[in-house]
Nanobody, 123 residues
């Protein structure tokens, strides 16, 4: 599967952005999808994941209550709605995919990656 992330940009603290990740292929609904982010000088970190059906989701503590992951299998797209953004959310955001029976939280467990989209939150 090939992934294309979009929707990043510059936003003021407290604002919102919605990231999208469009996937190619006919088996998108088979994949667990995740979002990760990497800030300058830091390691890539887990943000959120969603099961193939959309029934189950999991979030990093740092974004819980502010970010929402969702998917539309008919459109082969996964979304990350980001509200109440903070300057510490500034990073390149990546979507990722893996076929799994649970919700992986480690980037090493994901097989496919998008190119990343920059999110910058100004104070």
């Amino acid at each position: 599967v090939q992934l294309q992330a979009s929707g990043g940009g510059l936003v003021q603290a407290g604002g919102s952005l919605r990231l999208s990740c469009a996937a190619s292929g006919r088996t998108f609904s088979s994949y667990v999808m995740g979002w990760f982010r990497q800030a300058p000088g830091k390691e890539r970190e887990f943000v959120a994941a969603i099961s193939w059906s959309g029934t189950y989701t999991y979030y990093a503590d740092s974004v819980k209550g502010r970010f929402t992951i969702s998917r539309d299998n008919a459109k082969n797209t996964v979304y990350l709605q980001m509200n109440s953004l903070k300057p510490e959310d500034t990073a390149v955001y990546y979507c990722a995919a893996v076929i799994a029976g649970d919700l992986p939280l480690d980037d090493h467990e994901f097989d496919y990656w998008g190119q990343g989209t920059q999110v910058t939150v100004s104070s």
